[in-house]
């Protein structure tokens, strides 16, 4: 396929301070954007329905629905957990070692190829890169004229880890000759595609101003505890003291989702968040979903994948549009 515009495919990390690099005898990595497969028991989840939301709930803050961890413990809130693991405000400590225990988790020798990145499943690759090229395929065509191949278009890829979706999807689309170094010697440059790369764990990163796009969050937000979650969101989003997208641009984010409320994975510290979960983040950051698709075709043992595609600018409403529609039908003879 003809590349639509330019890439500037910058990879960041999701994580901790320090690199989150996989390392082999011959070859350090960038890390990898691990999609949290998962093989303990889903039924906790799939008896319980998502709680609804309240007003109440959006202006507190607290997130609605219990969940449970990797080791079987029940939480009856998110908020719960969460004073639990990373501790109350302020605790800089607890938080420090949350994400010090995920950079651990990938410095133990996850293996920096396909296969690794993907949990040992190397063989839902394709599956996964079809239903994202579908998806932004039909978002291109809708959100830019002639589908973005009259102009530079730029993308930004976080938490690219080896480089598996830049690779296999965004580089047929954005294809700028221009590195942004995570890791300048890293094994798994794209050649003469070009990136840029920047060694910041992501709820430090702040995207340049103006910069994007389209900006990919592919299996990494998990890692990020809810507030920085959505400080990230906030520090990208356009608004009027950062842009990170350009106006009309897009943030796609894909991710696993869990039934209802949460799954806590304990081994790697990184949450599974259900569709509610995600929505209400959604509604804190000030965004709104444009789109969303699920992804078809893979296991069925592994957790749901969902795809959102989010903007910072609220849907415009058409009204009296189906009433126009009905009454320029031709009618019916009878």
Same mark, same amino acid.
């Given at each position: 396929?003809?590349?639509?515009?330019?890439?500037?495919?910058?990879?960041?990390?999701?994580?901790?301070?320090?690199?989150?690099?996989?390392?082999?005898?011959?070859?350090?990595?960038?890390?990898?954007?691990?999609?949290?497969?998962?093989?303990?028991?889903? %039924?906790? @989840?799939?008896?319980?329905?998502?709680?609804?939301?309240? $007003? /109440? =709930? !959006?202006? &507190?803050?607290?997130? *609605?629905?219990?969940?449970?961890?990797?080791?079987?413990?029940?939480?009856?809130?998110?908020?719960?957990?969460?004073?639990?693991?990373?501790?109350?405000?302020?605790?800089?400590?607890?938080?420090?070692?949350?994400?010090?225990?995920?950079?651990?988790?990938?410095?133990?020798?996850?293996?920096?190829?396909?296969?690794?990145?993907?949990?040992?499943?190397?063989?839902?690759?394709?599956?996964?890169?079809?239903?994202?090229?579908?998806?932004?395929?039909?978002?291109?065509?809708?959100?830019?004229?002639?589908?973005?191949?009259?102009?530079?278009?730029?993308?930004?890829?976080?938490?690219?880890?080896?480089? %598996?979706? @830049?690779?296999?999807?965004?580089?047929?689309?954005?294809? $700028? /000759? =221009? !590195?942004? &170094?995570?890791?300048? *010697?890293?094994?798994?440059?794209?050649?003469?595609?070009?990136?840029?790369?920047?060694?910041?764990?992501?709820?430090?990163?702040?995207?340049?101003?103006?910069?994007?796009?389209?900006?990919?969050?592919?299996?990494?937000?998990?890692?990020?505890?809810?507030?920085?979650?959505?400080?990230?969101?906030?520090?990208?989003?356009?608004?009027?003291?950062?842009?990170?997208?350009?106006?009309?641009?897009?943030?796609?984010?894909?991710?696993?989702?869990?039934?209802?409320?949460?799954?806590?994975?304990?081994?790697?510290?990184?949450?599974?968040?259900?569709?509610?979960?995600?929505?209400?983040?959604?509604?804190?950051?000030?965004?709104?979903?444009?789109?969303?698709?699920?992804?078809?075709?893979?296991?069925?043992?592994?957790?749901?994948?969902?795809?959102?595609?989010?903007?910072?600018?609220?849907?415009?409403?058409?009204?009296?549009?189906?009433?126009?529609?009905?009454?320029?039908?031709?009618?019916?003879?009878?």
């Amino acid at each position: 396929m003809a590349s639509h515009g330019s890439l500037v495919s910058t990879r960041v990390q999701p994580s901790c301070a320090r690199s989150l690099g996989v390392s082999s005898p011959q070859t350090r990595f960038e890390p990898s954007a691990k999609p949290l497969f998962r093989h303990f028991p889903l %039924r906790s @989840t799939a008896s319980r329905p998502a709680a609804a939301l309240t $007003e /109440k =709930l !959006r202006a &507190s803050g607290i997130m *609605e629905g219990s969940g449970f961890d990797s080791e079987g413990r029940e939480f009856k809130s998110a908020e719960e957990m969460w004073t639990e693991e990373i501790g109350k405000e302020g605790d800089v400590h607890k938080r420090k070692e949350w994400y010090r225990q995920g950079v651990g988790y990938w410095e133990k020798g996850v293996e920096a190829t396909t296969n690794g990145v993907l949990g040992g499943y190397a063989h839902v690759n394709d599956a996964d890169i079809k239903g994202s090229e579908a998806f932004l395929k039909m978002l291109l065509a809708e959100c830019f004229p002639g589908g973005g191949r009259d102009r530079d278009l730029v993308a930004l890829d976080c938490g690219s880890g080896i480089g %598996r979706v @830049t690779k296999n999807l965004l580089i047929r689309f954005f294809s $700028e /000759k =221009l !590195r942004e &170094s995570l890791v300048p *010697e890293s094994g798994t440059a794209i050649e003469n595609k070009a990136t840029n790369f920047f060694c910041v764990p992501l709820q430090e990163f702040t995207p340049d101003v103006g910069r994007y796009d389209v900006i990919w969050i592919q299996w990494c937000i998990g890692h990020l505890a809810d507030d920085d979650f959505v400080s990230f969101f906030m520090r990208a989003k356009q608004n009027i003291f950062q842009a990170g997208l350009k106006p009309g641009g897009l943030f796609i984010l894909k991710e696993n989702t869990a039934r209802s409320g949460f799954v806590l994975d304990k081994e790697d510290r990184s949450i599974t968040r259900s569709d509610t979960y995600f929505k209400e983040l959604f509604h804190r950051c000030g965004l709104h979903i444009f789109k969303s698709k699920d992804q078809w075709g893979l296991p069925e043992e592994l957790f749901a994948v969902k795809m959102y595609a989010l903007t910072p600018d609220a849907p415009k409403r058409v009204h009296n549009t189906r009433a126009k529609a009905q009454a320029n039908r031709p009618g019916i003879i009878k």
